[in-house]
């Protein structure tokens, strides 16, 4: 971990030091190839100190028009078809977790660019109204509170406004816990949720709800698929449940999109051969992950990694690693 750690950060400031010299045309020299672009949430101001994931409307403006001007951007259905072009890099892009800014910010900049994009939602909507990771994010940076009790594990709140016990963060620990247990993070912060103005921190947590997600699936330039029901990491959780959220999140956003969910996400890219077969048994036959767990699994052709876009770093460092296909 350390070791990627001061990789990245090695990386990074070699390319800052080469585009400082006038160099970074080098970084940035063609390469030929395909990627899935992964967003998860996009807001006014490309606010980073609540959770790494938001990028700026403006900042993914710039983005989406420089990859259309200069690559090949093709929807995930044409990917899946291998309509690639040869001398070129074939982009699709992709959206986690079904935030309403998207459907406010991204959705409209798609439009005007006629960019394909797919959608993977989250459908906690019938649990709770927001995912716990956010719910829990933002209340840690405004609570009071300086010690957290969860599974009879003392969390200490650190500098950097997270819980820690034992080394690990709860947001960290919380990945792994049935949504049962989950539940109680949204009891024990139940009043300090009270005391924030949620509708205007609304970028950082609200989901779109069931006639937008139809909207988007009615949408020819978009496409839906799941992402779970609760954002858990379904390796991690008893087995009957993550079969549970795969199958459940289907059904649900079959209901609201009124056509079949045939491409799954998996939460955090966390996923196993088990976990696989039965999202192909249940009818998924596009499995979107993040990092293939072995080389071999880059062979199959239902399973694709992806690569997430990152709110740090400058345009040019993002085009530069983006061409590599790496952060390393
Ligand atoms: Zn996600």
Redesign the pocket.
Known sequence: MLWMRIKYRLGLLYKTVLFKLGFGKLLLKDRYGERILIY?GIDAVGETKYNSRFISKVFFEEFIKHITTHYNVISLDDFYQKKFKKDTLNIALTF??GYLNNYKYAVPILEKYKVPASFYI?TIHEKAPYLWADFLDLVSYHTEKKEVILEQNRYQKNDKKEFIWNGTSMKNSAKSLPYDVLKTIYEVFKDDWKVLPTEDLEDYWKLMNAEQIKEIANNPLFTIGA?GET?ANLVDIPLSAAKKEILNSKKQLETICEQPITEFAF??GYYNQELADYCTEVGYDRLLLVDYNTKKDAQNETWQNRFVMNPYISMEQQLACLLKGSYF
């Open positions: 998860h986690d977790d989250t992402h954002h939460p955090f």
